[in-house]
């Protein structure tokens, strides 16, 4: 059974940083890409960011361009999300998601929830 | 970047009836088109890939059609699990995007 559980969130001021992990099980996870996909209270999706499967490449959505840096670690079957320069508006749900052989998110976690206030 | 719109924003409708839910893309996107379903308190799930391919497990009575710039998807007839959000996504370039999303609640 394929699993993503995604851990390291919580409440951080505006300007701070947190870094976000998600365990991933039941799959081969160095053969596949993964993302961030957020999802703001009430609000519908955004994806955050992509990384292919060997930790090669990276994609970034603009509005965190610069701030945030996805990483993996295929020996330990973890996905990482670096957040820097917090702001309120990066309050969000923030799911990991796998990214199948045609490049849709099949699987996902279950969210961990990240609140930037003072 | 390509911008996903999502019509209705909600749709009402009863159990039994049928459903058409609309993504209009800013720019082609050809069938690199997918539909998510997302219920209260969980993730979202995949549906539709290829904007017209079942994923694993879906019921047939989802569907999805269109091409290019506009895409449907359509529930035959709507059972009560199926009230809920629905997403689309296009994944032919970065950054990959999502529409706004239709919510179909019950009349």
């Known amino acids: 059974e394929v699993q993503l559980l995604e851990s390291g969130g919580g409440l951080v001021q505006p300007g701070g940083s947190l870094r976000l992990s998600c365990a991933a099980s039941?799959?081969?996870?160095?053969?596949?890409?993964m993302s961030w996909v957020r999802q703001a209270p009430g609000k519908g999706l955004e994806w955050v960011s992509n990384?292919?499967?060997?930790?090669?490449?990276?994609n970034y959505a603009d509005s965190v361009k610069g701030r945030f840096t996805i990483s993996r670690d295929n020996s330990k079957n973890t996905l990482y999300l670096q957040m820097n320069s917090l702001r309120a508006e990066d309050t969000a749900i923030y799911y990991c998601?796998?990214?199948?052989?045609?490049?849709?998110?099949?699987?996902w976690g279950q969210g961990t929830l990240v609140i930037v206030s003072s | 970047e390509i911008v996903l719109t999502q019509s209705p924003a909600t749709l009402s409708l009863s159990p039994g009836e049928r459903a058409t839910l609309s993504c209009r893309a800013s720019?082609?996107?050809?069938?690199?088109l997918g539909w998510y379903q997302q219920k209260p308190g969980q993730a979202p799930r995949l549906l539709i890939y290829?904007?017209?391919k079942r994923a694993t497990g879906i019921p047939a009575r989802f569907s999805g059609s269109g091409s290019g710039t506009d895409f449907t998807l359509t529930i035959s007839s709507l059972e009560p699990e199926d009230f809920a959000v629905y997403y689309c996504?296009?994944?032919?370039?970065?950054?990959?995007?999502f529409g706004g999303g239709t919510k179909v609640e019950i009349k």
């Open positions: 720019q082609t996107v050809s069938t690199y």
């Open positions: 998601a796998n990214r199948d052989n045609n490049g849709w998110f099949d699987y």
């Open positions: 290829d904007a017209s």
């Open positions: 990384i292919n499967a060997n930790g090669g490449s990276t």
């Open positions: 039941g799959f081969t996870f160095s053969s596949y890409a």
């Open positions: 996504q296009q994944r032919l370039n970065w950054p990959l995007s």
